[in-house]
């Protein structure tokens, strides 16, 4: 369920514009920046349009985005397919009554939040970030929509890092890229 | 130019529905994240798509065709309006963030708050000298964050167009922080 090919341009073009960070934010890890994915207008575009044209006609009702950087993404997506836009965040964010997700990270735990009442039972769903690694936080914001009732039909991200077996913690859940990194 | 453009650059008037259908869909939080502050919560417009729809089109029909390369948001909410203006108007999107979270080289801005100092950064390289910017994020309280983001963009020789807002809190009297650059907001919460 990835968009990757070797020979499809348009994926070509956006992989060719992340660029790779040795040692953020620590040493050892190869940080896959996507801003300067956003600073070429056309590349960009092409981003939102590969995920819109999967997701439109789908009777999706809520994209939901993980800070920071899934609120790039996530929100022309929600406005092209119809969609409200949700965002999860990390704790004490967001103003009004929340739900809490907990996560483990490789040192410690950290946290997920959603609005309550900003998704209704039954509605169909998108989780959305710039990327997967250990796929922790895309776990975390799935149990956030599958505990009010929500279907998450599918997970989106730009870009996978394989080798960590995000897909796996999905439970079986639907992970769609664009990009995979090795 | 309307006289009321000149004096207030706002779009806020009290007959005009679009405004009206997107101020009524901004839940105030009051207390929070302190006693005595109300807080303008957008989060509730983005559950509305057509609301969510309407205000970036007004930015957009606002800002499209004007030349403007750059669309600058301020972390984090600033994350949700900047990229679908900017990906409608043809801009690159660039985003301003807290330190220490963007991976590259970077230039810094501090900035002073009620209680201490905080710091706003760019990559470097992302603005070219000459390039036309907006800035944009969804709240101006006292202008500290977007006077920031006004200097960022300024530093590396790039033209601040305007800044761009979802809401004002005119009675905090941002407008005046921003060295004379326009203000263009949606809504005005007093």
Do not use: W
């Amino acid at each position: 369920m990835s968009a990757y090919r070797d020979k499809d341009p348009l994926i070509h073009g956006i992989q060719s514009k992340i660029r790779v960070v040795p040692n953020f934010p620590k040493p050892g890890i190869m940080f896959q920046d996507i801003t300067t994915l956003l600073l070429d207008p056309k590349a960009f575009k092409d981003t939102v349009d590969l995920f819109v044209e999967r997701y439109k006609g789908k009777n999706i009702s809520v994209v939901a985005g993980i800070e920071a950087r899934g609120f790039i993404f996530g929100p022309p997506i929600a406005l092209e397919i119809g969609a409200k836009f949700v965002p999860l965040r990390k704790p004490k964010k967001l103003p009004g009554k929340v739900i809490s997700e907990e996560y483990v990270l490789e040192y410690g735990k950290d946290c997920l939040e959603m609005h309550v009442g900003a998704v209704e039972p039954g509605e169909r769903a998108l989780v959305v970030d710039d990327l997967i690694a250990t796929g922790g936080t895309l776990c975390a914001a799935m149990q956030l929509l599958e505990r009010v009732g929500a279907e998450v039909v599918e997970c989106a991200c730009v870009i996978e890092l394989p080798d960590l077996k995000g897909r796996e913690r999905l439970n079986g859940k639907p992970l769609y890229v664009l990009v995979e990194s090795r």
